[in-house]
C-alpha cells in the first residue's frame, strides 16, 4: 500500500509543513494512509483519506491509531460519485497514474478539481502519468531518490517525483 508516488508525497508533507497548516487534505487512492497521516502531523486542519479497497481503510485506520491521529476515511470511489469535490484546500494524489486509460480519468477528473488551491501528485514515472499527458499540465516541485528495496518493488524506478498540477 505504500507505493513510490506516495512515498514521495509523504516527504514532501514532511519536508514542507507550512503548506500544509491549517489546510483541509484530500488523500485520493490513499492506501497505507501514510501521507494522510503525515499531513495531519503537518498541521492539516481536516483530512480525509480516500480509497476504494476496503483493506486499504483498514490499513488507513489502523496507521492512523498508531500514530495517535484522526483521519475521515472515505471508501468509496469519489472519481464517479462525484464531479467537484467541496472545502479542500490540497488534493493529494500518491501513484495513481499507473496505467494509461486510468490515467486519463484521473487527469480529467483532477482538472475538474481545479478549485482546490493545490493539487499535488507524486509519481516515480510511470507511463501513465508519461502518455496520459498529464505532464503537459505539471510543474516539479521535489525529487527524491527511492531506497533500494522501493527500487527492486518498483521495476528499477531510482527516484520519485512531486508534481503540482498547473
Not at 481536516?46 to 475521515?72: G, P, T
Not at 470511489?77 to 495513481?96: E, T, W, Y
Not at 483532477?110 to 507524486?122: E, H, P, T
Request: charge should be negative.
Amino acid at each position: 500500500f505504500y507505493w513510490a508516488g506516495g512515498q514521495a508525497v509523504t516527504r514532501y508533507i514532511l519536508d514542507n509543513t507550512a503548506v500544509f497548516s491549517g489546510s483541509n487534505v484530500l488523500d485520493v487512492g490513499s492506501g497505507c494512509g501514510a501521507s494522510a497521516i503525515a499531513a495531519v502531523k503537518a498541521g492539516a486542519r481536516n483530512v480525509f483519506a480516500n480509497d476504494i479497497d476496503r483493506v486499504a481503510c483498514e490499513a488507513i485506520s489502523i496507521n492512523a491509531y498508531l500514530n495517535a491521529v484522526m483521519v475521515h476515511i472515505v471508501n468509496h470511489n469519489i472519481l464517479a460519485r462525484s464531479k467537484k469535490i467541496n472545502n479542500m484546500d490540497i488534493l493529494i494524489v500518491g501513484d495513481m497514474f499507473y496505467d494509461t486509460e486510468f490515467g486519463l480519468t484521473m487527469l480529467t477528473w483532477l482538472l475538474d478539481q481545479k478549485k482546490c488551491s493545490r493539487i499535488l501528485i507524486g509519481d516515480p514515472g510511470r507511463h501513465g502519468l508519461i502518455h496520459a499527458g498529464v505532464s503537459l499540465h505539471l510543474k516539479l516541485l521535489a525529487e527524491y531518490q527511492l531506497l533500494d528495496l522501493t527500487v527492486m518493488e518498483n521495476n528499477g524506478f531510482k527516484t520519485s517525483s512531486v508534481w503540482e498540477l498547473l
